[in-house]
């Protein structure tokens, strides 16, 4: 395979990235049990006041908790999917500025009689936003998982 990298690439790839990897090892297990790929930017937004923008605030978390499913619902045999909504609200943290942080995903589990468990897998989609006075700003798009957690399957009752 040809090597397109630019020579200034080459030297920064193995100089940073073997320091990175190193880091990463010495993380603790639990480090390794999900993935999250950043999201980007909104374009920033002004409103008449800290009010105005805190009550979008809050309308957006209105919205985003309408969409979490109060039950799983089956999608085929031995599997159920269910949307779930993951956050605090909406949260002051000084004089004129709050926050709001959502991850909203999808968590299916499924039976898997191979190992007597039950398997559950979540990934989701994340925003937040922050009201700085009258100035709304945040990022959309990141994106995350979680690796499958397993459970035992119950015993009959006898």
């Given at each position: 395979?040809e090597d397109?990298?630019?020579?200034?690439?080459?030297?920064?790839?193995?100089?940073v990235?073997?320091?990175?990897?190193?880091?990463a090892l010495?993380?603790?297990?639990?480090?390794?049990?999900?993935?999250?790929m950043?999201?980007?930017p909104?374009p920033?937004?002004s409103?008449?006041?800290?009010?105005?923008?805190?009550?979008?605030?809050?309308?957006?978390?209105?919205?985003?908790r309408?969409?979490?499913?109060?039950?799983p619902?089956?999608?085929?045999a031995?599997?159920?999917?269910?949307?779930?909504?993951?956050?605090?609200?909406?949260?002051e943290?000084?004089?004129?500025?709050?926050?709001?942080?959502?991850?909203?995903?999808?968590?299916?589990r499924?039976?898997?009689?191979?190992?007597?468990?039950?398997?559950?897998?979540?990934?989701?989609?994340?925003?937040?936003y922050?009201c700085?006075?009258?100035?709304?700003?945040?990022?959309?798009g990141?994106?995350?998982?979680y690796?499958?957690?397993?459970?035992?399957?119950?015993?009959?009752?006898r």
């Amino acid at each position: 395979m040809e090597d397109t990298a630019t020579p200034a690439r080459r030297r920064f790839a193995p100089t940073v990235a073997l320091p990175l990897a190193l880091c990463a090892l010495a993380v603790a297990p639990g480090a390794f049990a999900s993935g999250h790929m950043p999201g980007f930017p909104i374009p920033p937004r002004s409103f008449a006041d800290y009010a105005a923008c805190k009550a979008f605030l809050e309308q957006t978390a209105r919205d985003d908790r309408a969409r979490a499913e109060p039950q799983p619902r089956e999608t085929e045999a031995g599997v159920t999917r269910q949307t779930l909504v993951i956050s605090d609200g909406v949260t002051e943290s000084g004089e004129s500025q709050a926050a709001y942080r959502v991850q909203i995903g999808a968590q299916f589990r499924r039976r898997d009689e191979t190992r007597a468990a039950i398997v559950t897998t979540f990934s989701y989609d994340e925003n937040s936003y922050r009201c700085n006075g009258g100035e709304l700003s945040g990022e959309s798009g990141a994106r995350g998982y979680y690796l499958p957690g397993y459970e035992p399957i119950a015993a009959p009752a006898r």
